[in-house]
């Protein structure tokens, strides 16, 4: 994993990129990829990158040309199937001068155009620019792991794996924050691309390739999902259950294979202690070698931490392993260096744990972990998805006393669990029952009470957002087969276009990992696994209660059967508590305050003064609503990027030695 930036002129005769702009750009990105920088202008465009080094260390630096010298390419991410790529390229005659990835994208896009992104099996943000044509075409993996923020400016196009670059280019970018993007994200946890945090920057879409060529911006999905249609009838796998663990295992293996093999550094993994780390680690482990390095995340809460699963699988793997331990101060203290990664707010601090994670994985030599993220996406492991099959059951026969019972059965990992209270859960579950059948009924408890933090914003936020109903907007533009598909499928589709692909592979992952140079890979959301997930019916997934029963059965005998046969718990951190201790850095009380709420104007000041009054009188029992945890998260985070990046500028003044510099332009200006 890298990064990526640059400047393109929007019209002929626009002003030559300046190359001092190009490496601030590569600057702000220093810590995605610290090995090597380069740049590239001409009249019209220019390029930047950040490398870590992880495919081809001796000859794959960036920006890369074409042998002819006229398209170059910048590039952050892996294409593991590149070398099967290469080999059918050779065939068409194509010569290559280097052994990295990088060079098949060059030569894959002149052999096939656009369609070459459908062959890429992988994760990436690539930018091509074809000198001759002046044409930039953009493009991003299927569902969003490699980030890439466009803004127009001017008549200049920037773009950049972070916000931050393009802020460190022009001082003149107005920096602010949407209030489409905070509304989205008081709702969703995310915003969903296009739309961004900050006004004038969006976000190319997952799975979509972007062309600007002669005045004119053409987008399309080159990648859509491909669900079973109504029921499991009609299923687009025909085998049976045990075909599928078979096919499932041989996916998996495969996808690991390639994630350990290809690359010329050493690959570890996390272990969560929960069956989706466990598998990877698990098939990871037979292409390690001799030395196989996994790394765990441990709580001092009790509540959060499960390390007795963790070292149950690395003692089975025999692997050399790591720990770091986390405590509410260690959260609290990390967290602005965690929200400058981010770059956007959160509501949860469970990115910081794992931005510590990732600077113990660093620590120990290692640029690359395999992650088990995207099984519960893909297979149908999380509670919001049992939680959305009984409340359509129970929707089918709303006077029912009996259906409603089997909401007993969720969240059991909850100290403080939802579905405690019969009477509460019953009216909270119970809400809007008769819209069933509706698009997003099962997301539809857990964004109603997220929208309900909005009752901390300030009057000119609530007017900004006035008749806007970013849900409705949402579910007003779905994928033209979604209607089509069945219940478990639509629930899916959701929960990957919003929390996966903005928060869990953002804010947890991809800005956790780079922020300390490390590249995470994910063999769940490898192209062919995902496309099988897809395929399967419904109950081969969700299996009446039973999540993940396929991915079960796969695992069955290279994971233990007590991590198999756990309940589900999903990785979580102490979120409010961490920020009331009499120890609390001083910056909470600077960001919260009466001024500085008020220079920011997302939050009322008196409603930010109140809960936070309210979090630090409860502190002392730790019993924090679900709703005032959000709340003090969502608000801290926000402030603390109002003041990274509003009321001051990222710089990208890091002193960077620039080894591949060319300078096509005719423009002798060199800032």
């Known amino acids: ?99 990295s990835d990088t060079e098949v994208i060059l030569h894959a896009y002149r052999a096939w155009g656009d369609a070459a992104f459908e062959r890429m099996n992988g994760q990436w943000a690539v930018a091509i620019w074809d000198s001759v044509a002046k044409r930039l075409v953009l493009s991003r993996d299927r569902v969003g792991i490699c980030p890439l923020h466009i803004c127009e400016h001017a008549g200049q196009l920037y773009f950049a794996s972070e916000v931050k670059a393009i802020f460190a280019a022009n001082p003149d970018i107005p920096r602010a924050f949407d209030p489409i993007g905070i509304s989205q994200t008081f709702t969703f946890w995310t915003v969903v691309p296009p739309q961004g945090v900050f006004q004038g920057v969006t976000e190319l879409e997952p799975g979509h390739v972007r062309t600007y060529e002669n005045g004119t911006v053409r987008d399309r999905a080159y990648w859509t999902p491909a669900y079973p249609v109504d029921s499991d009838a009609r299923s ?129 030599g290692v640029k690359v972990v395999l992650t088990g993220e995207g099984a519960d996406e893909m297979f149908a492991g999380y509670d919001i998805f049992r939680e959305g099959k009984v409340r359509r059951f129970w929707g089918r026969q709303p006077a029912s006393e009996w259906r409603p019972r089997l909401l007993e059965r969720l969240y059991p990992y909850l100290a403080r669990s939802p579905v405690s209270q019969q009477a509460m859960a019953r009216q909270f579950f119970g809400r809007n029952i008769a819209a069933h059948r509706a698009p997003g009924f099962a997301h539809d408890t857990r964004w109603h009470s997220t929208n309900a933090l909005k009752r901390l914003f300030s009057r000119d ?26 219940s478990l499928a639509q629930d899916q589709h959701l929960e990957i276009r919003t929390l996966l692909s903005g928060y869990l592979l953002s804010s947890q992952g991809d800005r956790m990992l780079l922020g300390n140079s490390v590249e995470g890979r994910f063999p769940f959301l490898d192209k062919d696994v995902i496309a099988l997930a897809d395929s399967l019916p419904a109950s081969y997934k969700l299996r009446v209660l039973d999540e993940k029963h396929v991915l079960k059965r796969a695992a069955a005998d290279v994971v233990p059967h007590k991590i198999i046969a756990r309940k589900k718990q999903p990785y979580r951190a102490p979120d409010a508590l961490s920020f009331v201790a009499g120890n609390a850095p001083d910056y909470i009380d600077e960001v919260l305050s009466e001024p500085a709420v008020r220079e920011a104007n997302v939050f009322d000041p008196q409603a930010v003064a109140q809960l936070l009054h309210k979090c630090r009188t409860r502190g002392g029992d730790g019993q924090f609503s679900n709703t005032d945890n959000m709340a003090l998260v969502g608000a801290l985070s926000t402030q603390l990027l109002h003041r990274q990046f509003i009321a001051s500028r990222p710089e990208g003044s890091r002193a960077i030695e620039v080894l591949t510099d060319i300078d096509k332009s005719s423009n002798p200006a060199r800032s």
């Open 461 to 486: 936020m609530q007017a900004a957002n006035a008749g806007r109903d970013v849900i409705g907007e949402l579910l007003g533009n779905l994928h033209v087969d979604f209607a089509q598909w069945g």
């Open 1 to 99: 994993m890298c990064g990526i930036a640059g400047i393109v002129g929007l019209r002929e005769g626009a002003t030559s990129p300046g190359r001092e702009a190009l490496v601030h750009m590569a600057s702000a990105l220093f810590h995605r990829g610290p090995d090597e920088f380069g740049v590239y202008r001409d009249d019209r465009a220019g390029l930047a990158h950040s490398r870590l080094s992880i495919i081809d260390l001796s000859t794959g630096q960036q920006p890369m040309a074409d042998e002819n010298g006229t398209i170059w390419i910048v590039f952050n991410g892996e294409v593991f199937n590149y070398v099967e790529l290469r080999e059918e390229l050779v065939a068409l005659g194509h010569r290559f001068r280097t052994q």
């Open 236 to 364: 687009l796998f025909q085998g049976s259950l045990e075909d599928a663990v078979n096919e499932v295992r041989a996916a998996l293996e495969n996808a690991t294979s390639l994630r350990m093999l290809r690359s010329d550094v050493a690959v570890g993994s996390y272990l969560s202690g929960g069956l989706d780390s466990s598998l990877v680690a698990a098939l990871g482990r037979r292409f390690a070698g001799n030395r196989f390095q996994t790394f765990s995340l441990r709580f001092e809460d009790a509540e959060y931490d499960e390390t007795e699963y963790q070292r149950l699988m690395a003692n089975g793997l025999d692997s050399e392993h790591h720990e770091v331990v986390v405590s509410r101060s260690d959260i609290a203290n990390v967290f602005p260096e965690v929200i400058y990664h981010a770059e956007r707010p959160v509501l949860r601090t469970a990115p910081a744990p794992l931005f510590l994670l990732s600077k113990l994985v660093r620590n120990h």
